[in-house]
């Protein structure tokens, strides 16, 4: 079809443009079919099709939303961004670049509860070094809101809101498993978890404790430009029980877990 740009649509075509569009068609086919821009045809269908926005729906089990507020306590992070003209609550994970397999899996369980994650991949002089799970969602920050708290600096304070026997169990060992994906190591001989947050390390073992897993503390004493570092040592005999329990949804850290058992 050809005709002059500025020309005013026809009723005809403002009634093809809606029936095209509820028929879910694309913009670029209506774009096509009309010989008008896109721009032009969005601005028709903006007139009875507002633009719709997914609303997050709490579908997950209690072990998998325990995971997902574990990995963000390990290592995420929470900003609220105001640039420009948008307001956004932004919801980070970080990754480190060999965690490519574990990102899909925090993405899988982010999309089951209807939210839109987006991965971006970090690279330094051409060479992959780190990634970061981005979700947008106001919802889902006030949900992990309700089970965590923290002043200040997330890394320093950030600990369960309520003591532990006010969880699920099934929640807890989800959220051992989140944060041990992200914030924990697998050592030679054993699995570990070291942070700066004393509350933290508190919670991870009165966690412990209740699944009657073995464990060593230590607290690390660094110098006055460093917070201290607590460190928490899961002893040998303990693995076992610790993998039937709370085991890694992050690939890399299970195969060492499991060469450690064999």
Do not use: A
Not at 119 to 131: D, H, P
Not at 164 to 187: A, Q
Request: proline share 1%; net charge positive.
């Amino acid at each position: 079809m050809n005709r002059n740009k500025y020309q005013r649509l026809s009723q005809d075509e403002k009634d093809l443009i809606r029936r095209l569009t509820l028929d879910n068609k694309s913009l670029r086919y209506i774009s096509k079919l009309l010989d008008l821009g896109i721009t032009t045809i969005y601005y028709h269908v903006r007139k009875f099709k507002s633009k719709q926005f997914k609303k997050m729906k709490m579908t997950l089990n209690d072990f998998h939303f325990g995971e997902l507020v574990g990995s963000f306590v390990g290592d995420g992070n929470f900003y609220y961004d105001t640039n420009g003209r948008s307001r956004r609550y932004v919801i980070r994970y970080y990754l480190s670049h060999e965690d490519d397999l574990y990102s899909k899996h925090l993405v899988r369980l982010l999309r089951e509860i209807n939210l839109n994650p987006r991965i971006f991949y970090r690279r330094k002089n051409g060479k992959l070094s780190s990634m970061e799970v981005k979700v947008y969602s106001k919802e889902f920050y006030n949900l992990i809101k309700k089970e965590v708290t923290w002043e200040g600096t997330k890394t320093y304070s950030v600990r369960l809101l309520r003591e532990i026997d006010n969880y699920s169990e099934d929640f807890l060992k989800g959220f051992i498993r989140g944060l041990m994906d992200t914030d924990g190591f697998v050592e030679p001989y054993n699995v570990s978890l070291g942070v700066t947050s004393e509350s933290l390390i508190l919670n991870f073992k009165e966690i412990l404790t209740k699944f009657d897993i073995q464990y060593k503390f230590t607290r690390i004493k660094r110098d006055s430009t460093r917070k201290d570092l607590f460190l928490c040592r899961v002893y040998s005999k303990s693995l076992k029980l610790y993998n039937d329990l709370f085991g890694f949804s992050n690939p890399r850290k299970m195969k060492r877990l499991m060469k450690i058992l064999k």
